[in-house]
Nanobody, 122 residues
Framework: QEQLVESGGGLVQPGGSLRLSCAAS????????MRWYRQSPGKQRELVAS???????NYADLVKGRFTISRDNAKNAVYLQMDSLNPEDTAVYYC????????????????WGQGTQVTVSS
């Protein structure tokens, strides 16, 4: 059973940093785009950052210059380094993969992690 497990959330003061990790467990032949989303209470889930297998990245305007997404293809993992955090960054952060190829071979699509809470507060 393929799944994503996030870690690294917590409470941080404004201006601080956190690093989120997401590990994909299962047997994969390929993992395509990996993404981080976030959702605050009363708001829609929004895309924060994405990275393709070759390392090409894309960021939401609100986090450009503060957040850095990276991936380790050998570990089937994706990371989100978050710097200069502010209270507006408070949300549950979710890891997502667009598509994976598993033995068969066959594809599975749109896999989500359970989410990790990030709270920015003094």
């Amino acid at each position: 059973q393929e799944q994503l497990v996030e870690s690294g959330g917590g409470l941080v003061q404004p201006g601080g940093s956190l690093r989120l990790s997401c590990a994909a467990s299962g047997t994969f032949l390929s993992i395509y785009a990996m993404r981080w989303y976030r959702q605050s209470p009363g708001k829609q889930r929004e895309l924060v950052a994405s990275i393709n297998p070759g390392g090409l990245t894309n960021y939401a305007d609100l986090v450009k210059g503060r957040f850095t997404i990276s991936r380790d293809n050998a570990k089937n993992a994706v990371y989100l380094q978050m710097d200069s955090l502010n209270p507006e960054d408070t949300a549950v952060y979710y890891c997502n993969v667009e598509r994976v190829m598993v033995p068969g071979p066959r594809y599975e699509y749109d896999i989500w992690g359970q989410g990790t809470q990030v709270t920015v507060s003094s």
